[in-house]
């Protein structure tokens, strides 16, 4: 029996397919993470380290990690409710560049706050590092996404050790060739 199906990809990311296989997986492994982890924690963190938006196909940003990300949250926080576990969804969004930093802004602003409770860091993930444990504090289960443009003092142990070495996180480090810089 042939097993494989054929995936259609999306007008908003034509020319930008490893875009969309990167946005795939991140959907598919964070629904099934917060699902489980949902069933005995009660605070869930999300951590997105280079979040953009960054060539994103539509002016609304829902095919960028942020808006994937924050819809993911949402849907896992209502189907938990429905089984008796409420639990309480905090994320973050860094960002270097200005430009960006002001449309990430700006998107926060507008998207609903009473399910997932956002904030946004402008600088360099690399000068943040310690704010953004600060903001995980020590306990929560919390979820990193390192998804960098490049990957010298970023995807490296040393950069990334302050942050493996906090219990109670899980990892999606994301670097294709194009990223590369
Ligand atoms: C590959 S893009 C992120 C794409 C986004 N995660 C998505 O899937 O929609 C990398 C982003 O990281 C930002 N960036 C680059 N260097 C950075 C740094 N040192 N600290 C924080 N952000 C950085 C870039 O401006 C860019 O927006």
New binding site residues.
Partial sequence: MNSEKNITVPESYRGREQ?FV??TL?KTYLERLFMIIGLFQSHIRYV?????????GSSDLR????S?SLEIMRRCRRALLERGRKVSFHALY????KH?HTKLQEYLGVVPGNEVVTKSLH??????RQSVLDWCGSDDFTFF?I????WK??VEIPTLTPLLQRPNAEFLI?SSNS?YS
């Fill in positions: 875009a990167k946005h991140l997105d380290c280079f979040s953009g938006p960054w060539q994103e095919d960028t990690s942020i994937i860094i960002e270097k560049d960006a600088g360099d993930f690399f000068e943040l996404f998804d960098p443009k490049g003092r970023v994301w990223n």
